[in-house]
């Protein structure tokens, strides 16, 4: 069976008897080549893969300090430990050896045993070196998909920072998800499924780790990110606020991709909150990921359920803690699962400097009315469930997202539906319509629902009932 490979030692001394008495000392536990000059030092240093450098400082021509600086120099050979093996014993001396770069300074005349412990320590801690750039690249391309350099080399900076445990932070967190997307990969295939969410996620984590985000989740098709965790900063909320703003901004580069490979369009709604989180490292030392907990998380995904595919909502803590100026475009309240008090939301639309993020308003966009529309039955969705009673409508004005029902059901706004739309003769069209209540004129009987999630087949029918003569 072969020997293990000893490590190199390459012995630098213009005195064949100094090499001579080093390689005695040295030979039995690794491999020994010399050089008797710098320049030829310089080169067998980039032929071979040197372990470790033994370096006399005074030689002729180019000295070991100069040796040693134009080995630190390349990069090639900057990783090799050096140390010096002199007869100078000034302590000058040896502080340059340390400047250029030298990891120990050993003076003549040796002494085996302090060669040999010298020698077996830089070794030791050459190893240890590599292990730990190999642990730090893992731990750079592992969370560097999710955090931002930043947040990535404040790790590698405080390696206490991966132990288990956690601390209270002030944070803004976001939760965004496409509308319709569940009903939508129950039509496509799993590859079809997981090409749409990687071109997504791929666009969206740029967009987050661009604002230091810190993305904690990717739950199917929907993200959560903190702003102010591991790492605070000042700006945290305002920086979340233009982040989900561009997040929205950078839908139409997802749809493009989409289209160019033959998948349907979808939009995203995105919820806001800011509040106290317990961050940190959770699990087990056999297994943990950096996590947060705290009602400010589920604050946030309430939140987000509210939202219809395009729109940003936020909590008042939000809007508190964002100095920047924010465009309101409409707020409300709604009543939200856990919290025993009604919310105020307010649907964001922009953001002034430095950021200057603005959407499109909506306002001014007018549905289109028609004479004779489609038959409707509704029925609310409570959670999961679906009401057993439904109620009948008539559609009366629609874009391509949103329709105008007139019907007896009284809904309160962000009301979630589920649609079953019927053609001219009464058949079924389809029944896996869903969409939000957005608006109500409960004196004339009308209501606006924004749809959610829209089937190939109502799609269709929806067009074609757009492309009918309008009143």
């Known amino acids: ?273 800011t509040g106290y989180v317990v961050a940190g490292n959770i699990g087990s030392d056999l297994r943990s990921k950096y996590g947060v907990v705290g009602n400010t998380i589920n604050l946030a995904a309430r939140i987000e359920s509210f939202t219809v595919g395009g729109q940003i909502l936020i909590t008042e803590n939000t809007m508190k803690a964002c100095s920047a100026t924010l465009r309101i475009d409409d707020q409300w309240q709604v009543s939200a699962k856990g919290v025993e008090h009604t919310l105020t939301v307010y649907h964001v639309g922009g953001i002034e400097e430095p950021y200057n993020i603005q959407l499109k308003k909506q306002d001014n966009i007018k549905p289109h009315h028609v004479k004779e529309g489609l038959t409707v039955r509704l029925t609310i969705l409570e959670g999961k469930r679906v009401n057993q009673r439904a109620h009948d409508g008539k559609i009366t004005a629609l874009l391509p997202s949103l329709i105008v029902i007139k019907t007896e059901l009284s809904a309160r706004r962000l009301t979630n539906l589920k649609v079953e739309l019927l053609d001219k003769q009464g058949a079924t069209i389809t029944n896996q319509l869903y969409g939000k209540v957005v608006g109500q004129e409960e004196k004339t009987g009308y209501i606006q629902v924004q749809l959610t999630s829209i089937p190939p087949e109502a799609s269709k029918a929806l067009q074609n009932l757009l492309n009918t003569e309008t009143i």
């Open 1 to 273: 069976m072969a020997g293990i490979e000893k490590p190199l030692i390459l012995i630098v001394d213009d005195i064949p008897g100094n090499i001579k008495t080093l390689a005695a000392i040295l030979s039995d536990s690794y491999e020994i080549i010399f050089s008797t000059n710098g320049e030829d030092a310089l080169t067998k240093a980039q032929d071979r893969p040197i372990d470790l450098i033994l370096l006399d400082i005074s030689m002729p021509g180019m000295d070991g300090y100069e040796v040693c600086r134009r080995l630190k120099g390349n990069e090639q050979t900057s990783d090799i430990p050096v140390i010096f093996v002199t007869a100078k014993q000034e302590s000058f001396n040896e502080t340059m050896g340390f400047e250029v770069g030298a990891v120990d300074y050993i003076t003549k005349p040796i002494s085996p045993p302090v060669v040999k412990i010298r020698i077996h320590t830089q070794l030791q801690n050459r190893e240890l070196n590599r292990s730990l750039a190999q642990s730090n690249q893992f731990i750079r391309k592992t969370f560097g998909r999710y955090m931002s350099d930043e947040v990535v080399e404040s790790i590698l900076d405080t390696p206490e920072g991966l132990r288990l445990g956690g601390e209270k932070k002030l944070v803004t967190v976001m939760m965004s998800d496409l509308r319709g997307f569940t009903a939508m990969g129950e039509r496509l295939t799993p590859e079809e499924v997981i090409s749409m969410l990687n071109i997504y996620l791929e666009i969206m984590t740029e967009v987050i780790l661009k604002y230091q985000g810190t993305i904690i989740e990717f739950l199917g098709d929907g993200i959560l990110a903190l702003f102010g965790a591991p790492i605070t900063r000042d700006d945290d909320a305002q920086r979340a606020m233009a982040c989900v703003l561009e997040m929205q901004l950078v839908m139409s580069q997802v749809n493009k991709k989409f289209r160019e490979k033959g998948f349907e369009e979808v939009t995203m709604g995105c919820g806001v909150d």
